[in-house]
């Protein structure tokens, strides 16, 4: 089933400013502004879906993880409940969770469009990591060791670059597309309707029915004179 909302390309560019004549303009300012109440735009929304990819994609790693280390149950209890920092995932896991917490408030629930959270999560993960690195003991522990704080800070680079390339972007211009309509809808509603050209009013044709009786009102004098004079 089709979406019930969809991006402002889809509503404004496929049909081209040229086709302003063809459907009235405050007409198009109302759905869009109906559209943006209901819904996000397709690249947020796109980025939103990448945040719950990297959420689960860590929490996957950290289960298989678990498992190859001894178990699902055991590594649970020494990573968890016997939580060690150097030698522990459980806090990537965390990690991860925190961004896709941040994230999806800021940008989905919130919908803002600034770029200071990206910015926080992204810090936080990165000094996290180069610390967790520097001071734990992840590198000895195999190939995981290796591949869930590698991972985690590709992820976390790639949201930044999603939302400071793709997103606020492509926002910003369909919010000057959007403002060119306004813009559009304001002028025609000051200009007004045209004036009424002066060919709409015209005086019908006299009848040549009542001209041949005018005609012979005029000349029923003169024949009775020339009858007279006669």
């Known amino acids: 089933m089709e979406s019930r909302c969809s991006s402002i390309d889809s509503r404004f560019t496929g049909r081209g400013i040229n086709s302003i004549n063809s459907t009235p303009i405050s007409v198009r300012v109302e759905s869009y502004e109906a559209a943006e109440k209901k819904c996000i735009s397709d690249v947020r929304r796109t980025f939103c879906l990448f945040v719950t990819f990297d959420l689960l994609f860590i ?50 629930i919130c919908k803002l469009q600034h770029w200071w959270a990206i910015a926080i999560t992204t810090t936080v993960t990165c000094a996290f990591l180069i610390v967790k690195v520097i001071l734990s003991k992840l590198l000895s522990q195999g190939a995981f060791g290796y591949l869930l704080p590698i991972i985690s ?24 597309r959007y403002q060119s309509f306004v813009d559009a809808a304001e002028r025609a509603t000051l200009i007004g309707p045209g004036p009424v050209s002066d060919g709409q009013f015209y005086s019908p044709p006299e009848s040549l029915a009542d001209s041949d009786e005018e005609l012979d009102d005029k000349h029923e004098p003169e024949k009775g004179l020339i009858q007279n004079v006669t």
């Open 153 to 176: 800070f590709v992820l976390a680079w790639i949201e930044t670059w999603l939302l400071d390339f793709k997103v606020l972007p492509q926002e910003a211009e369909d919010e000057k």
């Open 59 to 108: 929490a996957l790693l950290w289960i298989i993880e678990l498992n190859v280390s001894g178990g699902v149950r055991v590594q649970l209890e020494r990573e968890v409940l016997h939580y060690d920092y150097h030698a522990s995932f459980f806090d990537i896991f965390l990690l991860a969770a925190f961004r896709f917490a941040a994230l999806i408030l800021a940008y989905a």
